[in-house]
């Protein structure tokens, strides 16, 4: 099998990408090796040795979406507790284990998965991985640990949502109005009720529920065989006892058939802002890579339609920015309902109506028109460059295999994309953009400043939430 190999390899496959089709999947294939352990742990490795260090993973199949309905934001406050420690690796090992030898690491929480990920020098892995393992195992279940986190999460919210302009309602309000089901509506932040609510209980029953073996996948990318892999994690992970996972819920929802919308007064916001998603096909649907393609046409950076079209044509936008499965994620690592999601700021003087109609009628213009077929190949191209770019660092290719290998049930995913965006064609994109971007489909949230409110019949915004004493992590 061929291997990566840094910022050369990057362009070596991007130049593999714009060969002819043949051509192009006889020679690009990321070396994937695939192992499932007898407790139901499954590891996925990608060998490279262009660099004597190598990036984990271990995702988790639980997020904000499987999280009780009275504990909302639980899953994230849960992703913080597992950096507190073990009864035998107190709180700060971690830290000093990875980041001592020059590595990093950090976790995420979104609504289908939960990521743990380091990198580190080759011969940091086997501590990496004894540390994971033991985390798998317990944690240290403390009052005082989970009363430090709750304080910790709730600055985290004053910080990036109640004391910041716009305060992510492109995220977890457009989802609140778009979706239908608690599971998929509900703010994963959390409400301070529900974190002030959480108990030892609850962590201890989530991690037993969610976080064995049998729930989890783990990634590893680079300067290491998949032979010497799969044994460091047997040696780790062998013993842990698979447990029993609740039943997963449907969370499955049809496309709107009414459009939604909902106006709001920020205090903090200096000029207006629009979000506007439109529920996406399931994963893995005929219409996923279509949309995927279309999403790059139209909010992909600054050569999209819409950049060219209402930042510099029609001067009715400040900025865009967007894209399927957008901001918490990309389009490809969701599970459950996701939203193409637009988040735009825009000029006091201009109407949100006439931002929506011009949206609208550049929708209409790929539906009547199509697009020329230079432009469609130079939206592929840089999609694929993205995705490419997204795999070269060992931490996000350890990733995406864990995720692929959780998320579609085959790591090999990662070398099937490129071959569905290469196949989309002018028809496909002008079906989706017909199916989807439809104002019965379309949610749409107008936040304005608090100056403006008024006269747009907003009731006044409430004040950012006092400031906090100071954080203990």
């Not at 004597?52 to 639980?62: A, E, F, I, K, L």
């Not at 700060?92 to 020059?102: A, E, N, S």
Request: charged letters at 20%.
């Amino acid at each position: 099998m061929k291997r990566l190999a840094g910022l050369g390899g990057t362009c070596v496959l991007l130049a593999m990408l714009a060969a002819p089709a043949a051509a192009r999947q006889a020679d690009w294939r990321l070396p994937i090796e695939t192992k499932r352990l007898d407790n139901g742990l499954t590891v996925v490795v990608s060998e490279d040795r262009s660099s004597p260090t190598v990036g984990v993973s271990v995702v988790y199949h639980v997020g904000m979406r499987l999280e009780p309905e009275n504990r909302t934001g639980f899953a994230h406050l849960f992703e913080h507790l597992m950096f507190q420690g073990t009864p035998v690796a107190p709180k700060g090992t971690f830290d000093r284990v990875i980041q001592g030898g020059g590595g990093r690491l950090n976790g995420s929480t979104r609504p289908d998965y939960t990521n743990y990920i380091e990198t580190a020098p080759v011969s940091a892995l086997a501590p990496i991985l004894w540390l994971e393992a033991d985390r798998m195992k317990t944690l240290d279940f403390s009052p005082e640990n989970l009363k430090n986190q709750q304080d910790v999460v709730k600055e985290e919210i004053r910080v990036n949502v109640q004391n910041q302009p716009y305060g992510l309602f492109f995220v977890f309000d457009i989802n609140r109005l778009a979706f239908s089901k608690w599971a998929n509506a509900h703010d994963g932040y959390g409400s301070f009720k529900d974190l002030e609510g959480a108990t030892l209980a609850d962590v201890e029953s989530f991690h037993r529920d969610y976080y064995g073996p049998n729930n989890a996948v783990i990634g590893i990318a680079g300067d290491i065989s998949a032979e010497e892999a799969f044994a460091l994690v047997e040696e780790y992970f062998g013993d842990i006892p698979s447990r029993a996972t609740p039943a997963r819920p449907d969370v499955s929802e049809p496309l709107n058939t009414e459009g939604r919308r909902e106006a709001q007064g920020d205090a903090l916001a200096q000029v207006p802002a629009l979000a506007v998603g439109w529920k996406m096909p399931a994963r893995g649907h005929a219409d996923h890579a279509p949309m995927a393609v279309l999403s790059q046409l139209l909010a992909g950076g600054d050569a999209s339609r819409l950049y060219q079209g209402l930042v510099k044509g029609r001067e009715q936008l400040l900025n865009i920015d967007g894209g399927l499965g957008w901001p918490l994620g990309h389009a490809w690592d969701y599970d459950g309902p996701t939203l193409l999601t637009l988040f735009a700021l825009y000029k006091p003087n201009v109407e949100p109506d006439a931002v929506l109609g011009a949206v609208n009628e550049e929708v209409a213009r790929i539906v009547a028109e199509g697009v020329p077929a230079e432009t469609l190949a130079a939206a592929k191209t840089k999609l694929l460059a993205d995705y490419v770019n997204g795999l070269e660092p060992f931490i996000s290719r350890a990733d995406e295999l864990a995720k692929a290998q959780l998320l579609w049930g085959d790591a090999e995913t990662l070398n099937k994309v490129p071959e569905w965006v290469q196949t989309v064609t002018v028809a496909d994109v002008q079906r989706v953009a017909k199916t989807y971007l439809t104002d019965a489909n379309r949610t749409v949230i107008d936040r304005v400043p608090a100056a403006m409110a008024p006269a747009r019949g907003i009731a006044p915004p409430a004040a950012p939430a006092p400031a906090a004493a100071p954080a203990q992590d």
